[in-house]
C-alpha cells in the first residue's frame, strides 16, 4: 500500500548507457552524447520488432547518411536519434499516440540539434529518403503479404542493402560515420 501523505514525485527521466540522467521532460543539449544514441539506435528494432529479422534504427540510419547529399549526411544520420531517449514506436502507433509524443520527440529533437549544431527543420533530402527507404526495407524486411507502401506518391526505392548487422556492428558503423562526418568540424 502506498503513503498517500508521501509527495508525489515524477520521475521523467532515463539513465542512459553512459550513466547520464536525460530528462525526457527537459531534454538539455549537454546530456546528450554520441555514444548513447549509437548504443540505444543499435539496439532498437525498426518496425516495432514485426520484421524477418533484425534491423537496427542505427543501420537504418547509417544507410540514409549515403542516400542524401553529403552536406545533408549528418543530419540524415541523426533524423532518428530521438529514438534512443523515446524509443523507436512504428508510424502507426506514433499517429494513435499524436500529439503528446510529436511534442516529447520535438523537445529531444531540439536538445539533440543543439548539440551537434543542426538546423532542428530537416532537409528536404532527409525526408524524401526517409520515405523511399521504407520501400526497400519492406521488399528485405516485410512480409511478402504486407501491400506496397507509399504507392503512386512518387517515391522511388533506392538500391540498398539491408543486412541486418548485429547491434555491436551497426553500432561500431553509426560511431565510425558520425566521426568521419565531424571530423574536423
Not at 22 to 39: L, N
Not at 82 to 90: F, G, H, I, K, R
Request: aromatic letters at 10%.
Amino acid at each position: 500500500m502506498g503513503n498517500d501523505t508521501a509527495p508525489k514525485r515524477d520521475f521523467t527521466h532515463l539513465y542512459t548507457y553512459t550513466g547520464r540522467k536525460f530528462d525526457v521532460a527537459d531534454p538539455r543539449p549537454e546530456d546528450v552524447d554520441i555514444a548513447d544514441i549509437a548504443h540505444a539506435l543499435s539496439l532498437l528494432c525498426r518496425y516495432g520488432g514485426h520484421s524477418s529479422r533484425f534491423y537496427s534504427v542505427a543501420e537504418h540510419s547509417v544507410i540514409m547518411s549515403y542516400l542524401v547529399p553529403e552536406k545533408d549526411a549528418l543530419a540524415a544520420l541523426l533524423h532518428d536519434a530521438t529514438e534512443a531517449y523515446v524509443v523507436d514506436l512504428p508510424r502507426g502507433v506514433k499517429n494513435a499516440i499524436g500529439e503528446p509524443y510529436r511534442r516529447l520527440e520535438a523537445r529531444v529533437w531540439y536538445a539533440v540539434c543543439k548539440r551537434f549544431c543542426l538546423d532542428p527543420d530537416l532537409p528536404d533530402s532527409v525526408k524524401y529518403y526517409d520515405n523511399a527507404i521504407l520501400l526497400a526495407e519492406k521488399d528485405a524486411l516485410i512480409h511478402p503479404s504486407v501491400p506496397e507502401w507509399l504507392v503512386g506518391l512518387g517515391y522511388e526505392k533506392p538500391e540498398i542493402d539491408v543486412v541486418g548487422f548485429s547491434p555491436a556492428v551497426a553500432e561500431a558503423m553509426f560511431l565510425q560515420r558520425f566521426k568521419q562526418l565531424t571530423e574536423g568540424k
